[in-house]
């Protein structure tokens, strides 16, 4: 696995019980700096891909790395490399964007000036500085 690109993933394939194929052989890379994001109807297979990548459900058979890391052989080195958050949490009704993004800083111990630095570049980095305060 290179550590050009940040995720390769080759012939990924899950099968969950009942012989229901949730993938079937996909193949992508993400390198780094680059946006990357998954679209489908759902059953489409994104959250499975998502679980195998940060290594919370097991592959049936292909190759996949994250951050130059076989997730097979070391999934704690995937998992202290990577972070991500989940399309619904308790709380995200409760709070704006922004007040998601400052808390997921400071979850990564950036004090809150930092955070809240790194949550306003993130915005403006996508484009969402507009809608992040209700």
């Known amino acids: 696995m290179s550590r050009d690109n940040i995720i390769q993933v080759a012939g990924l394939v899950k099968v969950y019980p009942g ?12 390198g780094r700096g680059e946006f990357f994001g998954f679209l489908g109807p759902n ?5 499975t891909t998502i ?11 292909g190759r996949v790395g994250v951050f130059g890391f ?10 202290r490399a ?15 964007g922004m007040d998601f993004l400052v808390m997921q800083g400071m979850l990564y111990k950036l004090g809150r000036r930092k955070a809240q630095a790194w949550a306003e570049e ?4 996508v484009g969402l500085t507009d809608v992040a305060d209700p």
């Open 19 to 30: 012989d229901v194929q949730a993938l079937s052989g996909i193949d992508f890379t993400v």
């Open 82 to 96: 990577i972070g991500f958050a989940m399309q619904e949490v308790g709380l995200d009704d409760l709070s704006s």
């Open 51 to 61: 679980k195998i990548l940060s290594s919370l459900l097991n592959k049936a058979s």
């Open 122 to 125: 993130l915005l403006e980095l």
């Open 43 to 47: 059953g489409a297979g994104k959250s």
């Open 70 to 79: 076989d997730i097979e052989h070391s999934s704690m080195d995937v998992r």
